[in-house]
């Protein structure tokens, strides 16, 4: 009953540890240079689809449709509904609701490489300007305005935002499914286990053959 007892329970948490991290915290790999230098191509991401919200900051798994794409893309989310953000060619920065925006993330602390010239939006509500971390290789919201509003996409288009692997729910979910793994071995050694022993117990001990009388 005990080896019984330990693979029930080290199916359910191994189960809720794996499938929750499957579905939940799904890993997508970089393909591109374009989020550089924070996640480099090849490098792998954790997204939380679980999250409620999107914030100025954000690296979000998005659908990228509304760019007239078939697929799902990584990007930073720049300025959200409400938002006015612009590039005037010469100046170093983006400017976010009339003020210079900073952005440590970018490569070589150049966030306005690669622009393709002014760009002035002011982005609708429930939609968001996204733009690579590399912005000198990034097909970003700055080459969309023809595709959709401004360049932007729809908040609902978002699948996943980024979270972090040190991120509690990461860490809960792993380990909830190391823990069941190790739980389901012990189990299954303790069934071994008492197996053996009950087969040892149904063999019959030999019995002395009766000694004729003289």
Known sequence: MAAVALLALGGVVGGVGGLGGYFFIPTRVIPSDHM???????????????????DRGDVVLFDAAAWGERHLSIERVIAVGGDRIAYTPGERTLTLNGKPLDEPYVLNGDPVAGSPGAFDVTVP????????DNRGNSADSRYRSEASEGGTVPREAVRATFIDEDAPLVVGLRSAALAGAGVLFAGAGLGLA??????????APPTAEAVPGV
């Open 36 to 54: 550089r230098p924070t996640h480099p191509a090849g490098g792998s991401m954790d997204f939380n689809t679980l999250a409620t919200g999107v």
């Open 125 to 132: 509500e429930g939609r968001l300007f996204l733009l690579g």
């Open 194 to 203: 008492a197996r053996r022993s009950r087969r040892r117990a149904t063999v």
